[in-house]
């Protein structure tokens, strides 16, 4: 089964060895090749896309900048990809591409297998990116009582919190002044921005506001252990680190990618066992 990634600066993606490595625990073979317009001029998603079908790929998985254009270059899209408005995920079957944005399925995936069935309440996400956009609809789905969204570019936020109402989700937006006393009386609060990540130190949100009763989740996952998720730890809070949607929206993209129902079957029942095998090289987590 041959895939691929396309996108920029992906060359230090962790997806090849993911998607290759379910390949191996459930028997079907699976290659993974990068696409990085950084390293190959790549003229259009549009011509990328009818080069790999011609060269006999399975699927691709699509990130920065293309998400968007992902979805309507489709010629069928999931109800996750339309709400989200864009795509992670394009399958090429009998001559369709099928869009799919794995970041929602998958956040709803990770969020059960690490919190199990807990109530997300209340949440605080904070970044409404593209990222942003899928864990937002993701906890409209999974029954959050209300989603605050804040984001230094206020646009945005109020565009979100329009889309998640017009879907029938509750959605308010606050301002990064009314941070201290929004966090308290949240369940949940939730990382869409790239601070914490190796290249953008720092903590999304001051530590000392982080309690016991929040549940908290952090989409950066290099480091995996972010200073987001240092600081909830210590706090006592439940944490949902990025390593959870990193290998769930790759099980959800491979299982998309799979060709009939019992492939899709084996995928599934191999997903705890890469979930804990990422727990341990990412995380450091021995349970």
């Known amino acids: 089964m041959k895939l691929g990634l396309i996108g920029k600066a992906i060359m230090n993606s962790s997806s090849p060895d993911l998607h290759v490595r379910l390949g191996q625990l459930t028997g079907i073979p699976a290659t993974y ?98 990222v942003g956009k899928a864990v937002a609809f993701g906890l409209g789905k999974l029954g959050a009582k209300e989603v605050i969204l804040m984001d230094l570019d206020e646009a945005k936020s109020h565009q979100l919190a329009g889309e998640l109402r017009a879907q029938g989700f509750a959605a308010s937006t606050i301002t990064q002044a009314e941070l201290a006393e929004t966090v308290p009386r949240c369940d949940g609060l939730v990382n869409c921005t790239p601070i914490g990540h190796e290249k953008s130190p720092g903590c999304p949100l001051p530590k000392e506001l982080v309690a016991t009763h929040h549940w908290i989740f952090d989409a950066v996952y290099v480091p995996a252990v972010t200073e987001f998720v240092a600081a909830a730890k210590t706090a006592g809070a439940a944490v949902m680190s990025g390593v959870s949607l990193f290998v769930f929206q790759g099980v959800d993209a491979f299982k998309l990618f799979c060709e009939d129902e019992a492939k899709r079957a084996a995928a599934d029942e191999q997903a705890a066992t890469l979930f804990a095998h990422y727990r341990r090289e990412l995380l450091k987590e021995t349970d």
């Open 33 to 130: 090749d990068l696409f990085d317009a950084n390293e190959q001029p790549i003229a259009s998603l549009e011509s990328q896309v009818r080069q790999v079908i011609a060269d006999g790929y399975r699927g691709v998985n699509v990130t920065f900048p293309w998400k968007e254009e992902a979805v309507k270059l489709a010629t069928r899209a999931s109800e996750g990809a339309r709400m989200v408005g864009s795509a992670n995920t394009l399958v090429f079957e009998k001559g369709e591409i099928i869009a799919e944005n794995t970041d929602f399925t998958g956040f709803m995936s990770g969020f059960r297998a690490t919190l199990g069935e807990r109530e997300p309440g209340r949440v605080l996400l904070i970044g409404t990116g593209g």
